[in-house]
């Protein structure tokens, strides 16, 4: 049986090493690669660290990850603002220095108190520095690119947590505390290792100073961004500007031809109009755009999705089917082939909001479906129960894929270019508040009521992927 690489896995790694060439991305791919290695390590060891060696019980565990959620809740929307005022590339040295150090503190974690804050500081740093690295990739691509970048990115994720896992692997073997905390400070170290790339950033991927100039106004959301818009309506922008400005929240458009689609298009333009005007305070808060406030709303109902993998499906293939298992690490295989091999082809044309819309629309159907098919699961022997659960993975990982995509190019397109930071950390706390509510909604529906549940939980996912797509596809319309 021949080794040789199949073509889709050449083409995979074609589209990978493609990437290398652009400098920006580059130096995110080789960042990203060997940092989240360490976050693999991590993810393997992390739950049972904190019960077989520092000795907490499940609940306290639950209540630490909730806390962790918390914390990144509010982090995501701070840093978002900070990046539209403060060095992005700062930030995510920053923040990523944080985090390393922060996972070489869970080794002198002994108690629930000492584990707490360990692990709420890592929810901030974390969320710190996806807040910052969405920022910049939202000034240093435009249209298809971001999309593409984000895609590339999270297949590299996907393959350095696969590696990192292994590793952790080998301190679940051995069994120590010792193993435990060696492959922990290890997982530190690695992830203080990419900051060796990240300092390669060039200084375009940052603000431009103009954003911070009026004071508060181009950093702060809140109170701060109702203080900016009094401003705009005092009328510190002249007619034309706000005619440029209102043809701009409001524009457009289908993009075929691989460029940017029209609304980013004349939202750019309208950012170019403040600029020549004068203007003291750059774009639009997120918190007074009505359609991205829903994008995110529904993103985060969606995002839930993510507890179903996590949580709902491990606990549901123990205790409630027939099903081996070790099942749970085969899903997990299963489902990071699916992201690495047809993330980026089935990202592209997303920044298009109409193909947004589209894909968002068949991942709500795939993710109703999955589960369904998770549900039916229990009422079997084993071969039924594995296949059930095979099946429903690959629909839930398809729909997992076809989500992101879907987010990424709405959450891109619909921002306002001079706040790109403002708006995607908005973005991202829907991803925190879903990782914080999950697991709750899992063990509420499916692991409680079982099929009632499961199907409970595909409306919930049907209902809001379907408003996805009726966001995407109405903010295309001419």
């Known amino acids: 049986m021949s080794g040789a690489p199949t073509p889709r896995t050449r083409n995979l790694i074609g589209r990978i090493s493609a990437s290398i060439a652009d400098p920006v991305l580059r130096v995110l791919v080789l960042a990203t690669a060997i940092s989240r290695t360490g976050r693999g390590v991590f993810l393997t060891v992390t739950v049972l660290y904190f019960t077989l060696v520092v000795g907490l019980t499940a609940g306290e565990v639950a209540l630490i990850l909730a806390a962790t959620s918390a914390a ?232 839930m999705q993510f507890g179903v993998g996590e949580v709902a499906v491990p606990l549901w293939i123990a205790h409630d089917t027939a099903a081996p298992e070790v099942l749970v690490s085969a899903v997990l295989i299963l489902n990071t082939i699916v992201v690495i091999v047809f993330q980026v082809p089935l990202s592209r044309g997303t920044h298009d909001l109409r193909v947004a819309g589209r894909v968002s629309g068949i991942a709500a159907v795939l993710m109703g479906v999955a589960c369904l098919v998770y549900a039916i699961a229990a009422d079997g022997p084993v071969w039924w129960a594995v296949a059930c659960i095979v099946a429903g993975a690959l629909a839930h990982g398809f729909a997992e894929v076809l989500s992101q995509a879907g987010g990424w190019g709405m959450s891109f397109e619909l921002a306002d270019p001079e706040r790109p930071g403002a708006y995607q950390g908005v973005f991202s706390m829907g991803y925190s508040l879903a990782s914080l509510a999950s697991p709750l909604l899992v063990n509420a529906t499916a692991l409680s009521m079982g099929f009632a549940g499961w199907a409970l939980l595909a409306a919930i996912f049907l209902v809001s992927g379907l408003g996805l797509a009726a966001v995407g596809i109405r903010a295309a319309r001419p």
């Open 72 to 303: 990144g809740l509010v982090t995501s929307v701070l840093a978002g603002q900070a990046a539209d005022r403060f060095s992005a590339r700062r930030m995510l040295i920053g923040f990523t220095a944080a985090s390393g150090i922060g996972l070489i503190g869970y080794v002198f974690a002994g108690d629930f108190v000492s584990a707490l804050i360990v692990a709420v500081f890592l929810g901030v740093t974390d969320q710190g520095s996806n807040s910052a690295r969405m920022a910049i990739i939202a000034r240093a691509f435009d249209g298809p690119e971001r999309v593409n970048a984000r895609a590339i990115l999270r297949t590299v994720t996907n393959l350095a947590i696969a590696i990192g896992s292994g590793a952790g692997a080998i301190a679940l073997a051995v069994g120590t505390g010792e193993a435990y905390r060696i492959a922990l400070a290890g997982a530190g170290v690695v992830f203080l290792a990419g900051i060796t790339q990240l300092v390669r950033l060039p200084a375009r991927v940052d603000a431009p100073r103009a954003a911070g100039a009026g004071g508060g106004a181009a950093g702060d959301g809140g109170a701060a961004g109702d203080g900016a818009d009094a401003v705009d309506d005092a009328g510190a922008r002249d007619d034309g500007v706000d005619a440029a400005v209102d043809a701009a929240d409001s524009a457009d458009g289908d993009d075929t031809a691989g460029t940017a689609s029209p609304a980013s298009t004349a939202r750019a333009a309208g950012a170019a109009a403040r600029q020549r005007a004068g203007a003291s305070t750059p774009g639009r808060s997120p918190w007074r755009d009505p359609r991205y406030l829903l994008l995110t709303l529904l993103s985060a109902v969606f995002g």
